[in-house]
Structures are given as structure tokens and as C-alpha cells.
């Protein structure tokens, strides 16, 4: 890079003042998601990243800075990881600033590991700029997948409000953080050959033509007209409420008048969220009977605890218009501290118990992705929560569904980021397949969402009532719900391979 006067200067800093600078930018980066989506500011901050590493005098030092960079950036995005711990701040309120510091700098962990490789491959400006999209979108797909994954705050999401988000309809959300980085890539590699002007220019004009070829990839919004009728349900229990003996009945009464309520085209089908009452399946009847008759013939769908021996399960049941039980869905993809503890038994000895779960044991997973029939509303797949945060829960289900239902109690998540964060996810669930989304949540956001990923219509945060919403029909499948992460992931590797390969035959 030539010898410019930013050059010179960051060359003048010291590697704590410089970790401190890519922490910055990963704060600036972290502006990129919802509900800031502020897509200028992530794409400068994810430049300033890619310069940070190339001017870097190691891999260990770009490893360093891509670690701090990687702070910086979930620390912003997943603040709002301390609010279940302050719904009961007696016991757990102790563990929030530990939660956000181990899980920030843990993740980080993948982004410092990818700068580190990026740099010892990148011993030229050119070999550095196909090294960096590689090796940073493929440290984006491992986190998805290892240890049972967390892709909340995936780069390729600062694209959410935009028509760019349409590119994963062909390639994921993987691949649209691929395409991110690379577009950052090139940029950069201008920025760096011919000044920063040149550079800024050129990351405009890319962004620019990046949301552009996205729109033309957005799919057509279809008739809902003579399409089944779905009343979602929000309650908006508040945490700190929803299990207090003196509120229970007040949200459940709430639940079953909203389900009564009277409409000019009565809905097909009734969803309350998830954990919608406080009894187990088993000790439900009664609460289920009351259920069916406040939504007459109509079918219900609601999330409770459902156990089976000494198992306890996060569950979806159907029950139909005699308060009868037609199907059940155990979720699969469990919260680690928080529906379960690894080493339960160890940490329930310690009294260290998982925020959801009743005990240091917690519950059980279910079997997997399963389809749920709904007669004439077609096939449904059911996600529980944190489940429609992983794109490959869907491309793993046994078969097509037609549509996606999601229960789920946001509550935990605050007021500010969460629950905007996991609409978006919810959101972009829907572009990838070319599937409606029903996203039913205790405390908001409930929305009705196309095929396109557009919200057709919702209720806001921390409201109660009821929206009775036609279901959009399924569009056609996409390139993506065909082939799911491995082509990219299994392409990702070789690239990062190869040009390993390359830098070492040139070193020898």
C-alpha cells in the first residue's frame, strides 16, 4: 500500500492503540443490523477491518485485530443478550455482563482466526484481496454449524431492509456474506492501490449495484385473495409476569377472548405463541377445553411444556375443535444455558440453572425439523423461537412444507435490538425458500410475511390484540432451498485451500 499520510500514522500506533481502533469499527460494522441498518456504516466499518489486516505485520497481530474487530461488533449487536438475566436479577442478574463479554469475545474468536489466515495467505495486495471475503465468510458458515451454532448478527444481514437481501433466494445468507465481503474486497483493494477517494467511490458504485441486482431477483407479490384465514394471537405477557399466579389468569383470559373475538370472515386457524400457558400438556385439559370453546370448530396452535417421563420438551400443539390433541411438535434446536445446561448435572450441583428451564437438567430436544398437516392450509413447518435463526432448520425438514410457522416468546429479548433482529431473521427465512412465514410472539413482533419476506401485516412491539390475516400462498422453490450450505461451504474450503497453497509454494 503506498506510504499515505493514514498509512503512515496507523503505522504509528501500537497494536493495544490499534486493537482499540478495530474495536471501534466493529462497533461502527455492528450498525449494519436491525434496528439501525445503517448499510453505509457497516460496509466503512468492514473497509476499515479489511486495511487493519492487510497493514498488519502478522497473522498474529491480524488475528488480534480481527478478534477485537469481532468484539466490537457482537458486543453492539447482541447487547440485548442481558436481559434474561435481568427478568430475575436476584438469581441471575450476577451472569449478564459475563454473558455479553464471553459470548461477544467468544464469537469473536471466529472473525480473529479468519483475519489471522487471511493475512499469512495474503502476501500480496491481490492474494490478500481473494483471501479476506474467503476466509471471513467461511469463518461466518463454521459459526453457524459448531457447537450447535449461532448465526444471530451474520454479516450478510446488514442487507435486511434492503433489496439485496433477495441475493440469498440464489446463494443464502451465507453467500450473500460472501458477496459482502467480496464487494468490501474489492473496494478495499482500490482504496489501497489508488487512495481513498478512488476507494469510497468504488464501494459506493458496488453497494449501489448490489441492492440494484437484488431487486431484480425479488420475486412478484401474490393474490392473497380466497386464501385461508390465520388469526395470530400476542398476549404480551411481560417475563417478569408471565409465570406470576396473579397475572396467569389475566393473560390467559386475554388469549381466549382474543380467540372469541367475532370477525366478518372467521379465521381458518388460530396460533398462540410460544409457552402460551403455564401447564403442561399433561395437566391441561381443562385449559385446552377452554381453549376450543372460546375458538369454536376452529383448530388451535399453541406452545406449552409437554413431558414424557422425566423428559421435558419446549412443545407446539394442535388441538382441534373439541380440545382433542391432532399433532405435536417437540422443538429440536435447543438455547444452550438457557433451555438446557451442558454438563447439567454439574451446573444444577453448583445452582446454576438454565434461564428457561426449571432445573439444571432442562429440557429435552426433539427429534427434528417434522411437518405439521393443517388440511386446507396445506403443510406447515413449526420453528420454536431461537429454531428460525438457523436457515439449514428448514432445508432439513423431511419434505416441502408450505408454509413456516414460528411461535415465540420475544419477551426475553428487551425492547430495543432482539426482538427487530429476530424479525429480520424471521424475515429472511421467508426470501430463502420462497415460503410464507406466520411469526406469532408473546410480546411482539407478530407478523404475517409473504413468500417475498415483505410483512403483510403485524402487531408492534409490547402490544396485545390480534391480527386476522390471509395466509400467503408458497412461491416457487429457490435455488437455495435446493441446495442449502454445503456447495458453498465445500467451495469456500477449496478456494481458502488452494490459495493456502499457492502462498506456500511461493514462500518455498
Known sequence: MPEGRVAVWYGDRSQTQRMGLAALGGVVAGLGQVPFALVPLAVAGLLALFLMTALSESPRRAAGLGWAFGTGYFALTLHWIVEPFLVDIARHGWMAPFALILLAGGLALFWGLAAGVARAIGGTPLRFALAFPVALALAELVRGYVLTGFPWAMIGYIWTETPALYWSRLVGPYGVTFLTLALVAVAGGVLWRRGLGVGL???????????????????????????PIVRLVQPNAPQHQKWDPEFIPVFFRRQLEFSAA??????????????????????????????????????????????EGVRAHNAMAVIDGAGAVTALYDKHHLV????????????????????????????SPGPGPAL?????LGQALPLICYEAIFPHNITQAPDRPD???????????GQIAGPYQHLA????????????????????????????GRVMDSLPLGA?????????????PTLYSRTGDWPLGIALGLALLVLGGVARSNRD
Do not use: C, K
Not at 438446557?340 to 434461564?355: C, D, E, R, T, V
Open 201 to 227: 467511490a468504488i464501494a459506493v458504485a458496488t453497494s449501489a449495484a448490489f441492492v440494484l441486482g437484488g431487486a431484480a431477483l425479488a420475486p412478484p407479490e401474490q393474490s392473497t385473495e380466497n386464501r
Open 262 to 307: 367475532p370477525a366478518e370472515t372467521p379465521p381458518d386457524l388460530v396460533i398462540w405463541p410460544e409457552t402460551a400457558i403455564p401447564w403442561p400438556l399433561e395437566r391441561a385439559d381443562d385449559a385446552l377445553r377452554y381453549i376450543s370453546d372460546a375458538a369454536g370448530d376452529r383448530p388451535v396452535a399453541l406452545g406449552l411444556l409437554r413431558r
Open 336 to 363: 444452550p444455558f438457557g433451555e438446557y445446561m451442558p454438563l447439567g448435572h454439574i451446573a444444577a450441583w453448583a445452582g446454576i440453572n438454565g434461564l428457561a428451564a426449571r432445573d439444571g437438567f432442562g429440557y
Open 372 to 376: 405439521v398437516g393443517f388440511g386446507a
Open 403 to 413: 408454509w413456516i410457522m414460528h411461535i415465540t416468546n420475544d419477551a426475553w429479548f
Open 425 to 452: 431473521q424471521a424475515r429472511a427465512r421467508a426470501v430463502e425458500q420462497g415460503l410464507p412465514v406466520v411469526r406469532v410472539a408473546n410480546t411482539g413482533i407478530s407478523a404475517m410475511i409473504d413468500a417475498g
Open 464 to 476: 396485545a390484540g390480534f391480527i386476522d390475516a390471509p395466509l400467503p400462498p408458497p412461491g416457487a
